[in-house]
């Protein structure tokens, strides 16, 4: 099962910060947070993934609680484009660096609105 | 980033038959991941193939029905054996990069008739 929590749909203004939650009260200390989206009828891109750190790129941010019970995502200029499905996950990484499997919630529905 | 390529994109298959999907990679990668996403639904992970050894299957997924091939660093194939009405969905191949980034391709849409 996802150990996961997020809002099932959340709508967003075109050209504004789109916000998108998530829970994870029982993360362990090797299990990072990804954030991945689906486009409808595409496969899923990856956005983002951090450990305790805030991350940026050139897509979105990642804000994560000192108790990394939770986390953001942020698309600071949301277009339409950006409608999709948002999937928060924890994933595991072993030490050497082997990883855990990617294990998908229902995710956030994103509507991009005009 | 990696790019992924999978054939076919779409078919429609008759009950009882057998459908191959192929899953190219433009890089060597150690592990290569399959999903199956019914309509509607997130996407639910059948298994993990690697390469010289047999694939690990999660829970509810078997190799007879999902028999995988992983015959080097940039290939691996799914088929799914003996299809019914209920195996309709998209399946995705995935696969991470160095930075442990997983990669997806755009997906089978299978219809079984």
């Known amino acids: 099962d996802a150990k996961t929590t997020q809002p099932t749909s959340m709508d967003c203004a075109e050209g504004r910060a789109a916000n998108l939650p998530c829970n994870h009260s029982?993360?362990?200390?090797?299990?990072?947070v990804y954030w991945y989206r689906q486009i409808h009828s595409q496969g899923p891109q990856y956005i983002i993934h951090?450990?305790?750190n805030n991350e940026t790129n050139e897509m979105a941010s990642l804000i994560i609680t000192e108790d990394r019970k939770s986390s953001t995502l942020i698309l600071p200029h949301a277009t339409l484009r950006d409608t999709a499905v948002y999937y928060c996950?924890?994933?595991?990484?072993?030490?050497?660096?082997?990883?855990?499997?990617?294990?998908f919630g229902k995710g956030t529905k994103l509507s991009v609105k005009p | 980033s990696a790019v992924i390529s999978q054939k076919p994109s779409r078919d429609i298959c008759q009950r009882g038959t057998s459908l191959t999907i192929q899953c190219q990679v433009d890089?060597?990668?150690?592990?290569m991941f399959w999903y199956r996403q019914q309509p509607g639904q997130s996407l639910t992970l059948i298994a993990t193939?690697?390469?010289?050894?047999?694939?690990?299957?999660e829970s509810g997924f078997v190799i007879d029905k999902f028999p995988i091939s992983r015959p080097n660093l940039t290939f691996s194939t799914l088929t799914v054996s003996n299809m019914s009405p209920e195996d309709s969905s998209i399946y995705l191949c995935?696969?991470?990069?160095?930075?442990?980034?997983?990669?997806f391709g755009q997906g089978t849409r299978l219809t079984v008739v």
């Open positions: 193939a690697n390469q010289g050894s047999e694939a690990t299957y």
């Open positions: 995935s696969v991470d990069n160095r930075d442990s980034e997983a990669f």
């Open positions: 951090g450990l305790k």
């Open positions: 890089s060597q990668v150690t592990m």
């Open positions: 029982t993360i362990s200390g090797n299990e990072y």
């Open positions: 996950i924890v994933r595991v990484m072993n030490y050497g660096g082997s990883q855990g499997n990617l294990i």
